[in-house]
C-alpha cells in the first residue's frame, strides 16, 4: 500500500506530518497500535486492559487484583506489557496511581524492555525532541 502521509521536518517549529496525495474529508490515512495505552479510572473493570472490549464479567488479574481482562487470552496477550507494572500495582495497593503515572510507567516499562511497535513505524519515541533547554531559569526551579 502507497502511503498517504510522509514525515516532514519545520525548522523552529519541530516535526510533522502530511498527506502525500490528494485526500477526501474522513478519509482514514494511518492507523497503527498506539506504544503504549491505559484504560481509565472510570473505565476500569468495565474495559478490558487489553482489547479495551466493554463487557460485564471481566476477570481481574490475580496477582495485582487491579487490572481486568476479558478472558485469559487477553490476559497472555498483555502480560509483557503488563507484568512490571502489576509488581508496582501490588506493592503500593490499596493506593491507586492515577491514569497519567500508569501511562508514564507503562511508557518507562515498555523503553527499558526496548520493545518496538508498529505505530513507531512514522516516529518513534526516540525522536522526540528535548525542549529544556527553550524553558526560562524561573520554570526550571
Known amino acids: ?5 510522509e514525515k516532514f521536518c519545520s525548522p523552529g517549529k519541530g516535526n510533522g506530518l502530511r498527506a502525500v496525495c490528494r485526500v477526501s474529508a474522513g478519509e482514514l490515512l494511518y492507523t497503527a497500535v498506539p506504544f ?3 484504560v481509565s479510572k472510570e473505565g476500569r ?5 487489553f482489547c479495551l472490549a466493554k463487557k ?21 496477550q498483555a502480560w ?5 507494572e502489576c509488581l508496582c500495582l501490588k506493592s503500593v495497593s490499596p493506593s491507586v496511581p492515577t491514569d497519567s503515572v500508569r501511562l ?5 516499562f515498555k523503553v527499558l524492555r526496548q520493545s518496538s511497535c508498529l505505530s513507531e513505524e512514522l516516529y518513534s519515541l526516540r525522536d522526540l525532541e528535548s525542549n529544556i ?9
Not at 509483557?80 to 512490571?84: C, L
Not at 508514564?104 to 518507562?108: D, F, K, L
Open 36 to 38: 503504549a495505552y491505559t
Open 56 to 76: 460485564q464479567g471481566l476477570l481481574r488479574c490475580s496477582r495485582c487484583k487491579f487490572v481486568s481482562y476479558c478472558d485469559t487470552s487477553c490476559q497472555k
Open 80 to 84: 509483557q506489557d503488563h507484568k512490571r
Open 133 to 141: 533547554s527553550r524553558i526560562s531559569e524561573e520554570m526550571k526551579e
Open 45 to 49: 473493570g468495565h474495559v478490558c486492559e
Open 1 to 5: 500500500m502507497t502511503p498517504k502521509i
Open 104 to 108: 508514564v510507567g507503562r511508557i518507562i
